[in-house]
């Protein structure tokens, strides 16, 4: 079945530019979502369709896909970003919902 | 307000069944569909089945079929999802969360409304 592959961890100061990977085979071809999810609490959608937002997420989230490999991009980060941030598509061949490993930003 | 209210914690047997609950408010019930979703320590988020709260149609995750049923009570606006034969690899949190199409007939494929989760352990 379809693999999302995420890196474990990325790490940023506060006020850089945090940048997560998500890997898959042609997932340009895909519509790719973005959680954010602190400890003890539930996922929150942060991006959606590559690259949009839901209301009441910061411009600071952003998305992007091509080729092999989404990103999901965090601007002028801040302590209060520090989660774990997995990726989402929907697989048409088996017809269920693929989730990335999940990557923890560390806010330095 | 907007959520999705699910039961409290669970402590099973192997061979026993859970049931969790997810009951909806703020929002139209039937109008969107409900998927559940469980994380196992330290593993990834798995998706398991959806219910559509309009028409009651589910589908389910191929490893889980004919161990998992998904329901739903429109007058209660709530939803469940019963897992039977439990062994100590179902031991995760339990998501149901809300696909965010507002129209049950389709789908977005992606979830823009969560429940905080059920921890549910199975253990002898």
């Known amino acids: 079945s379809y693999v999302l592959t995420q890196p474990p961890s990325v790490s940023v100061a506060p006020g850089q530019t945090a940048k997560i990977t998500c890997g898959g085979s042609d997932i340009g071809n895909k519509n790719v979502h973005w959680y954010q999810q602190k400890p003890g609490q539930a996922p929150v959608l942060v991006v959606y369709?590559?690259?949009d937002r839901p209301s009441g997420i910061p411009e600071r989230f952003s998305g992007s896909n091509s080729g092999n490999t989404a990103t999901l991009t965090i601007s002028w980060v801040e302590v209060g970003d520090e989660a774990d941030f997995c990726c989402?598509?929907?697989?048409?061949?088996?017809?269920?919902?693929?989730f990335g490993g999940g990557t923890k930003l560390t806010v330095l | 307000q907007v959520q999705l209210v699910q039961s409290g914690a669970e402590v099973k047997k192997p061979g026993a069944s859970v049931k969790v609950s997810c009951k909806a408010s703020?929002?139209?019930?039937?109008?969107?569909?409900i998927n559940w979703v469980r994380q196992a320590p330290g593993q990834r988020l798995e998706w398991m089945g959806w219910?559509?709260?309009?028409?009651?149609?589910?589908k389910y995750l191929q490893k889980f079929q004919g161990r998992v049923t998904i329901t739903r009570d429109t007058s209660t606006s709530t939803s469940y999802l019963e897992l039977n034969s439990l062994r100590s690899e179902d031991t995760a949190v339990y998501y149901c969360t809300r696909d965010a199409s507002p129209d049950s007939r389709f789908s977005f494929w992606y979830f823009d409304l969560w429940g905080r989760g059920t921890l549910v352990t199975v253990s002898s």
């Open positions: 703020g929002y139209i019930f039937t109008n969107h569909v």
């Open positions: 369709d590559d690259g």
């Open positions: 989402q598509v929907w697989d048409n061949n088996t017809d269920h919902a693929v």
């Open positions: 219910i559509s709260a309009g028409n009651g149609n589910t």
